[in-house]
């Protein structure tokens, strides 16, 4: 059987660059990560690293590209981590990072599962769309709520009360 890939990179510009990738299901991440090097024109020679996403797109167990942990504790490696063991049509998203000095983050999604095709080549480039940027798109962290408009001093205490506080009896 084939997966059938959509990798998007998470940028906040207003053109989507995405790449269509086939691969079988019994390659690795390893596999993976070198068509999504290729497909976005990076040479390869940098750390990665997938994640195990859910459907909000939070991040959960690494998969990396190689062991940096010098047996201080497990670690699960791409050239290890078959695709249909951690992918399938319940478990669908992963995140994709390349180059933690950078930080070009992916958005991994299966979406289809297909027969092979004789005669053609697998891992497959199926299709291209938006050229990747010069730079590394800018992160834009801020909370999601609205708090220009939180005092931390507004509350219901009058501090006019303050001796009612009764300190004496309730410190621990």
Known sequence: ????????????????????????????????????????????????????????WNQGEEFSLFDLSDGQEAVSLMNETVLDTIVNSENTKLIYVYDFFNMWTFFVE????????????YPNLMFVHGQIPAEVPERNFEAEDDFD????????????????LDFDENWN
Do not use: C, P, W
């Open 149 to 164: 408009d939180f005092n931390e001093f507004e509350d219901d205490m009058d501090l006019e009360d303050y001796d009612d």
């Open 1 to 56: 059987m084939i997966y059938r890939f959509r990798v998007i990179l998470d940028n906040d510009t207003e053109e989507d660059v995405f790449r269509d990738l086939e691969l079988r299901k019994t390659d690795t991440l390893e596999d993976l990560h070198n068509i999504i090097t290729q497909a976005f024109g990076f040479d390869g020679t940098e750390m990665a690293s997938f994640y195990k996403s859910d459907d909000e």
């Open 110 to 121: 299966l979406g289809e599962i297909a027969s092979e095709v004789e005669g053609v080549d």
